[in-house]
């Protein structure tokens, strides 16, 4: 994977113009803090909101990107964005809108999971959490080796820092070092056990390691916990996948594309494989198209093409 500032560096090389997230949420919650992190590549950046739950990300690389919120009454709003010159405007802008859960059960979830914090993470000095802050402004001007070193300092002065670890391990995944993902997740957990984020996080990893059976727990973990959040979906759904367990992949492959369409996991192409073996040729077909009008730039792009191509010409 090529680190992010290279990325950036070849791409604006080639002529081309950082592009720019233009979003608004919606009802208008007034001022509040939206985050933009990367999903393939390492990068974060914040903003907030103007009185009409406007705002707006510059200079963007394309890639996938997971912007959130979080609006008093509604919890926690994320979605995947896709970042691609094919899905912006003339002036280079992508819109997204994020709206506040249709589902009152969803809205109340999400507000349990942020009352659960632990003592131990109320307990994090304002050193450690100075150091999470300056690895954060690393990655804003994509300085990954300079986030990692802020990230170590600050589980080194707290090491019950969860958050810290898990941003550790996020580095390391991005940067393919899953073997180093996996410790840094297994950490965060012996510090706080069953803390959702970790804990889905390391059922990616695994299964990315091919340990499948060893990563379902996890992924079950995460559903339990947050029944509405695309990633654990997802990842529950591949998991049952690759364990041969079909019926079950498809009911969560399909929630994980229904909160989030774009969701950088990618559930359609697992879902066009498992139409094909039951012999479904059109619904094979129209998650390859979905997939393919929603991620153009992906590394999958090409194959997904060329896949879709061989099935059309059956």
């Keep these: 994977m090529w680190p992010a500032t290279l990325m950036l560096a070849l791409w604006l090389a080639a002529g081309e113009r950082p592009l720019e997230l233009r979003g608004v949420i919606e009802p208008a919650p007034g001022m509040v803090l939206v985050t933009l992190r990367g999903a393939d590549t390492p990068y974060y950046a914040e903003t907030y909101t103007d009185g009409r739950g406007r705002f707006r990300f510059r200079g963007l690389a ?26 912006a405007d003339s002036r280079g802008r992508i819109q997204v809108v994020l709206a506040a859960p249709a589902s009152p059960s969803a809205a109340i ?16 000095p304002p050193r450690a959490l100075e150091e999470y802050r300056r690895a954060e402004k690393r990655l804003n001007r994509r300085d990954v080796e300079g986030a990692r070193k802020h990230l170590l300092r600050a589980v080194e002065i707290a090491p019950q820092f969860v958050a810290a670890w898990n941003y550790l391990g996020t580095l390391a995944y991005q940067s393919g070092d899953y073997e180093s993902a996996e410790k840094f997740f297994r950490t965060a957990l012996e510090h706080e056990p069953g803390s959702f984020t970790p804990a889905v996080n390391l059922g990616g990893t695994l299964l990315s390691l091919k340990r499948y059976q060893e990563a379902l727990p996890y992924n079950e973990h995460a559903v339990a916990e947050r ?20 019926e079950r992949a ?62 059309r010409a059956r």
């Design 227 to 246: 029944p509405f959040d695309a990633l654990a979906n997802s990842q529950l759904g591949q998991n049952y996948y690759f364990l041969g367990d079909f």
């Design 250 to 311: 498809l009911r969560y492959l399909e929630e994980a594309k229904r909160l989030d369409p774009s969701h950088f996991s990618q559930p359609q192409l697992v879902l066009a494989d498992i139409h094909l073996r039951r012999g479904e040729r059109a619904r094979a077909i129209a998650e390859l198209e979905d997939f393919l009008a929603r991620h153009p730039d992906s590394r999958n792009t090409e194959a997904a093409r060329r896949w879709l191509e061989q099935i």
């Design 62 to 87: 394309p890639g996938a990107y997971t912007v959130a919120a979080w609006v008093e009454g509604a919890g926690e709003l994320r979605q995947t964005v896709v970042v691609s010159a094919r899905l």
């Design 109 to 124: 979830k999400s507000l349990e999971e942020r009352a659960k914090i632990s003592t131990s993470q109320l307990a994090v």
